[in-house]
């Protein structure tokens, strides 16, 4: 029997979560953004091959301006699902592509198996990245409602605190899973002082993830990784590698694996993701019936599931 390593005794495996795209980084800064559905689907792939897990996904319209287009989410996870159906797709609810109330909401109704959750408004750089009680209360709602799990991102600690009244009014489910926004203007810094704080906060059973924004995303990553959180990396929160060049999705998961084996933590599949972060299996495919378009969507998807089980049956 191969050796476990200490810190995945202490901590379990590693999550690695992707945020590929986000609102705010362009092609302009870097090419190697994927902005289309094609471009998304294909370093999903790419980043699953190498260890991530876990999806954080945001769309771009045909001119590679943020949107909350149903249609568009619709066509990026169609995408992921025909060539990656065992990784976990997480789709986004952030503000900053404009738009109102409905169009922060929509998207979940495609049944991914986790959903972002800002339960608070906070400054972010020159704009407010606004979360009304009303969109808060809705978007709660929606969550029991359909049971995707949301992750709460903590950009202050109101944040953290408005989640656990959501609980104490039986709107949010325990336990939770958080991701721990670091770094970014206006918002928390990315402090270690900060950080043990928020981690005193969880209660049994919650998880988290270090989100650090800019130079501070492998910083966190570290200590995440050390104190038995989990890690989230991509072109959204990050432009660059630790040593100034310019990032890939593809290098920054590269890198988090390489740094999880050296310290001693192994990382989880998408199945053991799913024990990790409490995610129902029976659920993973709910999504499937709302990216159908009538073509055999679902059809090739279970011909290509059987062929690959008789393919590793060989």
Not at 206 to 227: C, E, Q, R, Y
Not at 245 to 251: G, P, Q, R, S, V
């Amino acid at each position: 029997m191969a050796a476990i390593p200490q810190l995945t005794k202490d901590h379990g495996k590693l999550v690695i979560t992707v945020a590929l795209t986000g609102n705010l980084n362009t092609k302009e800064r870097n090419p190697s953004l994927p902005c289309s559905p094609q471009e998304i689907a294909d370093q999903v792939h790419s980043c699953a091959a190498l260890g991530a897990s876990v999806f954080h996904i945001h769309a771009r319209d045909e001119n590679n301006r943020p949107t909350m287009h149903v249609p568009v989410f619709r066509e990026i996870c169609r995408l992921v699902k025909e060539r990656d159906p065992e990784v976990v797709i997480q789709i986004s609810t952030g503000g900053r592509a404009g738009g109102g109330h409905n169009w922060r909401i929509d998207p979940l109704n495609l049944l991914p198996e986790m959903g972002s959750f800002t339960t608070g408004t906070v400054n972010l750089g020159s704009i407010v990245y606004e979360n009304s009680p009303k969109l808060i209360e809705d978007l709660a709602q929606k969550y029991k409602e359909t049971g995707i799990k949301p992750q709460i991102e903590v950009f202050d600690t109101s944040i953290l605190s408005n989640a656990r009244q959501l609980q104490k009014e039986g709107k949010l489910p325990r336990p939770l899973d958080f991701g721990f926004v670091m770094g970014a203007q206006g918002a928390q810094a990315c402090d270690l002082r900060q950080l043990g704080y928020l981690v005193s906060l969880l209660e049994p059973g919650d998880t988290w993830n270090s989100i650090g924004i800019g130079k501070f995303s492998i910083p966190l990553a570290t200590t995440a990784i050390l104190w038995g959180g989990h890690v989230r990396v991509g072109l959204e929160d990050t432009n660059k590698m630790p040593d100034g060049t310019l990032a890939t999705n593809e290098k920054m998961v590269e890198y988090v694996v390489n740094l999880a084996k050296t310290l001693g933590r192994e990382i989880a599949t998408p199945d053991e993701a799913r024990d990790i972060l409490g995610l129902p299996k029976e659920w993973k495919d709910r999504i499937l019936p709302q990216l159908d378009d009538g073509s055999g969507f679902i059809k090739h998807l279970e011909e290509q599931k059987a062929k690959n089980a008789a393919d590793g049956a060989k």
